[in-house]
């Protein structure tokens, strides 16, 4: 095993001006795959928030002593959450731990580093997994020709990438995280699709049908929305500017105002 741990400072780091810090490494060998995170709780305010990055040659990594969870994913939502994106994971991460009451460890991406379709990212090439400690990796590994930067299944890389995010604090994990390499070279990453509405002005019949459409789309992207992040989804239908068939929010104001 190879861990890059640092544990920072963040008002000395922002004092003398640094921005990037260079990771401690530390190389040891033991049979048992796992990680300490016992120690950070004693002096912590609050929860601590990790983030494990484990390379593989076999396949997925997961937590043997707590449940891995995968984050929802697939979801259509609106599209202003485009511009609101870093607001968004993070409510929807903490809903998601909550709901798990935070004893979960949530795993986020999982990808064979010898293709990509589609691609969040260009796979780590030969040399950045060298530096990350992927020993195993030969000597003389090519990433491909230049016009072809993502490559096929079957390439010739050897290494799985996995990435867990676990939010802990010492009650509810008393224990260090334990981990077990699998054989599962399934693919999975967060991925949340936004539909634009097109807005042409065909007067059709199937442009009158496909406008209509609209409205329970918007209001099924709202409630996706409102159940992956715990927001109030009248707030979403207001930024959306949709409100549901038959709701009172949807009338003139004067019938409203008269409940008629």
Not at 135 to 146: D, I, K, V
């Amino acid at each position: 095993m190879k861990f890059f741990v640092a544990r920072v400072n963040l008002i000395e780091q922002a004092r003398l001006g640094f921005t990037y810090l260079r990771p401690l490494q530390m190389a040891f060998e033991s049979p048992k795959f796992m990680l300490p995170i016992r120690l950070g709780t004693l002096n912590a305010d609050g929860h601590q928030e990790l983030f494990v990055y484990a390379l593989t040659r076999k396949g997925r990594v997961e937590t043997t002593n707590y449940r891995t969870v995968r984050l929802p994913t697939g979801m259509d939502l609106p599209v202003y959450v485009k511009g609101e994106f870093p607001q968004f994971y993070r409510a929807m991460f903490a809903e998601q731990v909550k709901r798990e009451a935070m004893r979960a460890v949530f795993l986020e991406y999982a990808w064979d580093m010898s293709w990509c379709d589609p691609c969040a990212a260009d796979p780590l090439s030969p040399e950045e997994l060298r530096k990350l400690g992927v020993f195993w990796l030969p000597e003389g590994t090519s990433r491909g020709s230049a016009d072809r930067p993502r490559r096929q299944p079957g390439g010739p890389v050897d290494v799985f990438v996995t990435r867990l995010h676990v939010r802990y604090d010492a009650a509810r994990f008393p224990e260090d995280l334990v981990f077990q390499e699998t054989a599962d070279r399934s693919t999975f990453q967060g991925r949340y699709v936004l539909r634009h509405p097109w807005k042409g002005e065909a007067q059709c019949e199937a442009a009158e049908r496909y406008r209509q459409s609209l409205r329970a789309r918007a209001e099924r992207e709202a409630g996706n929305l409102a159940a992956l992040t715990g927001w109030p989804i009248e707030d979403i239908r207001r930024k959306t500017g949709t409100v549901p068939e038959g709701s009172p929010e949807g009338r003139p104001w004067w019938q409203r105002l008269f409940g008629e």
